[in-house]
């Protein structure tokens, strides 16, 4: 017994790393090495800050609840430099299907199509404006 109790202590101190519990129930220098990563992310504040025209066309439709780089992708880079650092287009063929592709686990009141029946091959920017993606078909009164 007294034997298991030494051998737990010797394994335990072998196994749990050396700062864990310094902060709470995890190992305290994650924090230090977390806050080393690269920031790859600048936060929709920041792209919001320059591109005022493209927020002013967001806010009139439903795509106002998406922030930039969940379309955009990463862009601290392009945000830290946008002269020497122009961001990619994202692949709209790919992007706007991979949430609005029509799928029964969905909640029904969700947007969705059947990609082959709805746009037919045509790609969906050709007739959705990904920042303000409802077709106007009359005028609102
Ligand atoms: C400091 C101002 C500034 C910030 C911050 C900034 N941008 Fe830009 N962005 C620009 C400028 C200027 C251009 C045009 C660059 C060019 O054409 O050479 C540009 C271009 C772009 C383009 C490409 C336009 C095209 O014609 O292909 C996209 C997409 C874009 N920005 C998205 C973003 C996103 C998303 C963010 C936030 C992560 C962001 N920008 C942050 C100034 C900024
Ligand atoms: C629903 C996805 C989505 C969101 C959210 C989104 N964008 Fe875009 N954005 C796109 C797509 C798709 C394009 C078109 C790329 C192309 O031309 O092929 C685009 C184009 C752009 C361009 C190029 C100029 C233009 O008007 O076409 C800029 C600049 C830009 N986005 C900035 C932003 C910024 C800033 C935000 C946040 C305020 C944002 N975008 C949010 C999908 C999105
Ligand atoms: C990250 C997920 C996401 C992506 C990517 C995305 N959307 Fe959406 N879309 C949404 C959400 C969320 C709504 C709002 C749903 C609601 O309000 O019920 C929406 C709404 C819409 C609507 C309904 C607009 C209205 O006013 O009724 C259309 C059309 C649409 N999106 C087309 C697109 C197109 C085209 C693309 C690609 C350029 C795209 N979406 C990319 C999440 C996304
Ligand atoms: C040929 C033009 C055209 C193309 C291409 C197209 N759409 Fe549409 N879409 C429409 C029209 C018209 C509507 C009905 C008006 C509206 O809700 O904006 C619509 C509606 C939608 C809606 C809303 C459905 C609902 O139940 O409210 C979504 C989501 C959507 N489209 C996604 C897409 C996606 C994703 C693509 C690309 C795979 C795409 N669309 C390509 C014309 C098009």
Redo the contacts with the bound molecule.
């Keep these: 017994m007294a034997l298991a109790l030494v051998g737990f202590v010797i394994l335990r101190a072998m196994v749990v790393p050396r700062s864990f519990g310094q902060y709470g129930h995890y190992r305290g220098a994650a924090v230090a090495e977390a806050a080393a990563r690269p920031i790859a992310y600048a936060g929709h504040e920041v792209c919001e800050g320059c591109h005022v025209d493209i927020v002013d066309q967001k806010k009139l439709g439903k795509h106002v609840v998406l922030h930039c780089e969940t379309c955009h992708g990463p862009l601290a880079n392009h945000a830290d430099d946008p002269t020497s650092v122009k961001p990619s287009k994202p692949d ?2 790919v992007l ?2 991979s ?3 029509a799928n029964a686990a969905k909640p029904k009141g969700f ?3 059947i ?1 082959a029946d ?3 091959g ?7 404006q990904p920042h303000h ?5 009359e005028v609102k009164k």
């Design positions: 709209v063929a706007c299907t949430c609005h592709e947007p969705q199509v990609t709805h746009a037919g045509i790609v969906c920017d050709t007739c959705h993606p409802k077709i106007e078909t």
